[in-house]
């Protein structure tokens, strides 16, 4: 798989998140220390972000004519509110808990699993979609599964045999079988992009967040 060009050396100098070994366990983040695995995955989603804002920007280049791109900015897009609650405020997030915290990563991330698998599908059904578009999507999608893998070894070490459901029941983005038109079929991707994207920045700002509480409380002032 082609990596994008642009983040090549922030691959390279970020440590992997590959956290399931042959058997489909675990085992490979469990010897990290709790700071150093939080790290990785903190590095892990700023590489999705950023990734994911160039898909975006791909996709607007080839799909999204100039006077559909105000119309949207000045309307904002819409993404379709979570099934979970998702602390956002900053009293909400002086409430919770570091552990449903990270709980909310979580859902968040299983959340996005299968709409970017079908997102890949459907860009592959375009005649004219670049591959570095369809390289970074693939590599965003892939990527994620890894974040999930590090957020779930990340929740067993902080829970120490405590009982946290990480199930979520997901409210797709996506309705698989219904054919739109040619351009319905374009603005949900597009939306799905954005929306994904949004999504991630508040994946991102979290796991921050939960960095200063459990390592560095001085510079939770900033969250």
């Known amino acids: 798989l082609e990596k ?3 983040v090549l050396i922030a691959v390279t100098l970020a440590q992997p998140l ?3 070994d042959e058997l489909g366990g675990f085992t490979r983040c469990t010897s990290i220390s709790q700071e150093k695995l939080l790290d990785r995955i903190i590095q892990h989603a700023e590489l999705i972000y950023r990734v994911s804002e160039e898909s ?3 996709f607007e280049d080839m799909f999204i004519p100039l006077p559909m791109r105000a119309v949207r900015i000045q309307g904002g897009n819409v993404c379709m509110a979570q099934p979970f609650p998702i602390p956002s405020s900053k009293s909400e997030l002086q409430q919770i808990s570091d552990k449903w915290l990270l709980h909310s990563v979580l859902m968040l991330v299983q959340s996005w699993i299968e709409p970017l698998v079908y997102l890949q599908t459907t860009l592959n059904q375009y005649d004219d979609a670049p591959d570095n578009l369809l390289n970074k ?3 965003v999608a892939e990527k994620l ?3 999930e893998q590090g957020v779930v070894v990340l929740m067993r070490k902080m829970l120490e045999g405590g009982i946290l459901t990480t199930s ?4 797709s983005v996506i309705q698989p079988d219904v054919q739109p038109e040619m351009l319905d079929s374009i603005l949900r991707d597009y939306n799905v ?3 994904f994207k949004k999504d991630v920045h508040k994946m991102e700002t979290l796991l921050k967040l939960l960095k200063c509480r459990q390592f560095d409380k001085f510079s939770c002032i900033l969250y």
């Open 4 to 6: 994008p060009k642009n």
């Open 56 to 58: 975006c920007a791909l």
């Open 18 to 20: 590959d956290c399931k």
């Open 168 to 171: 979520v029941h997901e409210q």
């Open 193 to 195: 992009l954005t929306c």
């Open 145 to 147: 599964l890894s974040l």
């Open 137 to 139: 999507t693939k590599w």
